[in-house]
């Protein structure tokens, strides 16, 4: 497949205006480590943006800086660390998992480093980490953004402030457009001072229900919980020691229910003690801090507990209230036997993973997954699979009607030749909606 390599802004939106006027398809890379996330793109050729990168502007004094698209983000958090700064929704790093659950994630593979991803990248997904329950997500931290649309015109949008925004905030619509609306070329995220200290508190044996129950208490306080997850018994004593925590002293087993609180060394200590006292009506948790379980969260961002047992089957990604996060992990574990599953975002985020099934048979076992996580008031996205089986399933849930002809006419507006990442949203044509919406087989 023929690859552009365009390297300033000009070039690119010259030859994205080209490939509009011939009717070329083209797929938008920059490192290639997601390239495994959504249906496989139909293209004609590539367009590799990697060479627009580097950082242009920082102003740590203002937590604000600007950088071309295809900046590595172990760069971008390299220079943030310098002055004790950091993206604060805690960007996750796919490309490990994806390569374990059978995708291809570029010529990174499955030995890729932490954040070796772009920062154009990061924000075309628009996935944040477990950090998102108190700093909220991607599109709440890009201030601005310049890019070029799929006729070949370069524009932008925001600015340096916070509040900037006159007209369409297309900002927040660029996160999680997998590239299908325009090309980014540079962007202008604000940033955070970094937590000086962490404190994790655990307790075992709570069931999902339960787990979900303590965090919506623990998030009524004022301790400023930045993660909170649960991990069933086949997880919970092997995911410490699988981030490396040696001697975390938990039983085989025993579910596991973490909390995170971060901030000031000095006024940490008797936050979480707090958080610790407000949570005594759901059994004794205990503190637990140090660089291993820094190391703990950042497996969980990425997925990693699920890797292990990847081989030969799917791994879902299921978005939902979070009060109804137990309630649905429940179900999953008991009408499916082999499900191997944690829960992130006090309740709010499921990763799901089954094995597969039979390829005849794979769209219909999505539609009831699909059906289940609806009942909840859940969405469920096909995260990581086979190319094969994202050919044949809807990757993401199917809109509403009324919200797929408005994602229709914007996309129409910025690449009305539909010349950009075509498919990777829309790999299939939309199932009837009371079909998607069956009862669950059990």
């Not at 201030?143 to 932008?156: H, P, Q, S």
């Not at 969980?300 to 081989?311: H, I, N």
């Not at 914007?410 to 539909?418: C, E, H, K, S, T």
């Amino acid at each position: 497949m023929n690859v552009i390599r365009p390297d300033t802004e000009q070039a690119l939106a010259k030859a994205v205006a080209q490939a509009a006027a011939d009717g070329t398809r083209l797929r938008i890379r920059g490192a290639d480590t997601k390239a495994a996330l959504g249906a496989p793109v139909k293209a004609d050729a590539v367009l590799d943006v990697s060479a627009l990168a580097g950082v242009e502007e920082y102003e740590p004094e203002e937590l604000v800086f600007t950088a071309l698209a295809g900046t590595p983000l172990s760069e971008v958090n390299a220079m943030l660390a310098e002055h004790r700064q950091m993206l604060a929704f805690e960007p996750p790093e796919f490309a490990s998992v994806l390569a374990a659950f059978g995708g291809v994630a570029g010529d990174a593979g499955a030995s890729v480093n932490a954040d070796a991803g772009t920062l154009g990248g990061m924000t075309a997904v628009g996935m944040a980490g477990p950090r998102q329950i108190l700093r909220w997500s991607v599109r709440d931290h890009l201030l601005g953004f310049t890019a070029v649309n799929g006729l070949g015109e370069l524009f932008k949008a925001g600015g340096k402030v916070v509040k900037n925004v006159t007209g369409y905030d297309l900002s927040k619509l660029m996160c999680g457009s997998f590239g299908t609306l325009a090309v980014l070329t540079r962007l202008t995220f604000r940033v955070l001072p970094m937590p000086e200290r962490a404190i994790t508190l655990i307790t075992q044996g709570q069931d999902a229900r339960h787990a979900v129950a303590a965090f919506a208490t623990a998030l009524s306080t004022p301790a400023e919980v930045s993660a909170a997850c649960w991990l069933p018994g086949s997880l919970g004593a092997h995911a410490p020691e699988d981030a490396g925590i040696d001697g975390a002293r938990l039983p085989e087993g025993k579910t596991l229910t973490c909390l995170r609180v971060e901030g000031f060394a000095q006024s940490l200590k008797s936050r979480a003690e707090m958080l610790r006292q407000a949570l005594r009506g759901h059994g004794a948790w205990e503190l637990r801090e140090g660089p291993a379980w820094d190391v703990f969260w950042r497996s969980l961002r990425d997925v990693r507990p699920l890797m292990t047992k990847a081989k030969g089957r799917w791994l879902w990604r299921i978005v939902l209230a979070p009060a109804n996060g137990g309630a649905l992990a429940e179900a999953l574990l008991k009408r499916q036997p082999h499900a191997e599953l944690f829960i992130d975002r006090a309740g709010g985020l499921i990763w799901l993973s089954l094995p597969l099934p039979e390829a005849g048979v794979a769209a219909k076992t999505a539609q009831h997954l699909r059906a289940l996580a609806h009942e909840h008031g859940g969405q469920a996205m096909l995260f990581a699979a086979p190319e094969n089986y994202r050919e044949i399933v809807h990757v993401f849930p199917p809109l509403p009607e009324n919200l797929a002809v408005l994602s229709e006419r914007v996309r129409a507006q910025l690449d009305p030749r539909g010349i950009l990442n075509p498919g990777i949203m829309d790999n299939l044509p939309a199932p009837d909606a009371l079909a998607e919406m069956e009862p669950a087989a059990d």
